[in-house]
């Protein structure tokens, strides 16, 4: 069964990861090696996945977590770019600061049926340069937006009429500090959703781990050329598919694939080949439109045909795997 925990939580008979790493003291000083404390962090993550009750510490795994994030930002490696910049001073590959940039929250009603409403933030900047990307004036502009305290987007997600708390941008990964602080401060026990483009690095991949109930992932392509031509990154399916690797491991996962005009075989196929044997609920996607500057690239300037969504989804059907359709 695929989702078993984020429904456990939705209805009440599971606690959210985060409040399992709230509830587990971490005994640290900001001064502590960074390395040592990784160490510790990694062996506190033990304790918290047996925690069944909530009683936040003084110190605990989260604040752990938001120290390592913070250090981490010194010599930025979030994601696989790896820009290794101060962001306190300057600004890597995806041009987001030391602080974050919020481009609207709201309960979003257009997700998947089993996450609405769901209380979505819209962080701006982006670790991948897609040229068809439909947010583009939020993921390729870092400054747009308005920095909204942590503190704020918690209390919002604790009187809004929401199921879930879904970090999304542009793309959570530059904006983790903050995302883990927004999970300090709420004491509603939601559902944590990594609505994300998954090309985080493993460093990223072990701060989430215990703090996210379910990555709402995209795996875009089955082949690095086209992760290349369309999105800039390099070495993007041996990246993106560990990530899935991982992220099944220690939480809930739902795959969403947006199948594209001339990329049936060469991305489809592959990336549902991948995704077989992963304990995973697939959203197989027909909505793909040209946007931002896909008129430049012919192949990909134009809406999906039926029969390109058929023989996707009759792939996905072959391969055995738990699909969503529209
Ligand atoms: S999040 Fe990624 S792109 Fe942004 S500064 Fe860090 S390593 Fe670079």
């Known amino acids: 069964m695929t989702m078993e925990h984020y429904h456990a939580v939705r209805k009440g008979e599971a606690l959210p990861v985060f409040m399992r790493s709230r509830s587990v003291d971490a005994d640290f000083s900001p001064e ?75 309960p979003h009603v257009g997700e998947e049926e089993m996450l609405v409403p ?63 602080q927004v999970m300090k401060n709420l004491e509603k ?13 493993e460093k990223c991949m072990k701060l989430l781990n215990g703090a996210i109930d379910l990555y709402l992932s995209d795996f875009k392509y089955g082949n690095d050329d086209c992760a290349m031509k369309y999105s800039s990154a390099p070495n993007y399916v041996k990246i993106v598919k560990r990530n899935h690797l991982i992220a099944e491991k220690h939480a809930d996962l739902l795959v969403r694939h947006l199948v594209m005009p001339n990329h ?41 045909k039926p029969e390109e969504y058929e023989k996707a989804v009759n792939k996905a059907k072959e391969l055995g795997l738990e699909i969503l359709t529209q």
């Not at 870092?142 to 793309?171: C, H, M, Q, Y």
């Open 32 to 106: 502590d090696d960074t390395e040592k404390l990784f160490s510790l962090h990694d062996s506190l993550l033990s304790e918290a996945k047996g925690m069944t009750d909530y009683s936040p510490k003084e110190k605990s795994l989260l604040d752990l977590k938001i120290h390592l994030t913070r250090e981490t930002l010194k010599k930025c490696n979030l994601c696989e770019r790896k820009c290794l910049v101060n962001r306190e001073e300057k600004r890597g590959f995806c041009g987001v600061g030391i602080n974050s940039h919020i481009a609207s929250m709201f």
């Open 118 to 180: 769901s209380g979505t933030i819209f962080y701006t900047g982006c670790t991948l340069r897609c040229v068809f990307c439909q947010n583009w004036d939020i993921s390729q502009f870092p400054e747009s937006g308005r920095e909204i305290p942590p503190e704020d987007v918690a209390k919002w997600l604790e009187t809004e009429n929401v199921i879930n708390a879904n970090f999304v941008g542009g793309e959570p990964t530059p904006n983790l500090y903050h995302v883990l």
């Open 189 to 201: 026990p939601l559902p944590m959703i990594w609505n994300s483009n998954m090309y985080m690095s």
């Open 264 to 304: 049936v075989e060469c991305c489809t196929y592959k990336v549902l080949e991948m995704l077989k044997g992963m304990k995973a609920l697939v959203n197989v996607m027909s909505q793909y439109r040209p946007d931002y500057k896909a008129c430049e690239f012919p192949e990909i300037n134009r809406r999906l």
